[in-house]
């Protein structure tokens, strides 16, 4: 069964940081580019960020230089980290493969995600 549990959220003011954190079931992700995808209210989702498994690293225009992501194969696991962080970066964010996973009869994968709250 696949599972991917986003986790380290919260509510932080301007100029704060956070550390997210994606933990993926099996090796869900094993040899795929792994990437963050933001959502904020009224918006769709876009990606932040990515990193290829030999870690090529993509990042949007409006995060370079501010959020750095990164991998641990062994963990299965994908971080964010997000400093200097700016009320328009407010968004539930999401783990995924890019492209996201798909699975025939069942579509698009997407876990829960985790919010990201920031305070003017």
């Known amino acids: 069964q696949v599972q991917v549990v986003e986790s380290g959220g919260g509510l932080v003011q301007a100029g704060g940081s956070l550390r997210l954190s994606c933990a993926a079931s099996g090796s869900i992700f094993s040899g795929k580019t792994m990437a963050w995808y933001g959502q904020a209210p009224g918006k769709p989702r876009d990606l932040v960020a990515s990193?290829?498994?030999?870690?090529?690293?993509n990042y949007a225009d409006s995060v370079k230089g501010r959020f750095t992501i990164s991998r641990d194969n062994a963990k299965n696991t994908v971080y964010l980290q997000m400093n200097s962080l700016k009320p328009e970066d407010t968004a539930v964010y999401y783990c995924?493969?890019?492209?996201?996973?798909?699975?025939?009869?069942?579509?698009?994968?997407w876990g829960q995600g985790t919010q990201v709250t920031v305070s003017s």
């Open positions: 990193i290829a498994s030999g870690g090529r690293l």
């Open positions: 995924n493969a890019d492209p996201p996973l798909f699975f025939p009869g069942r579509g698009t994968y």
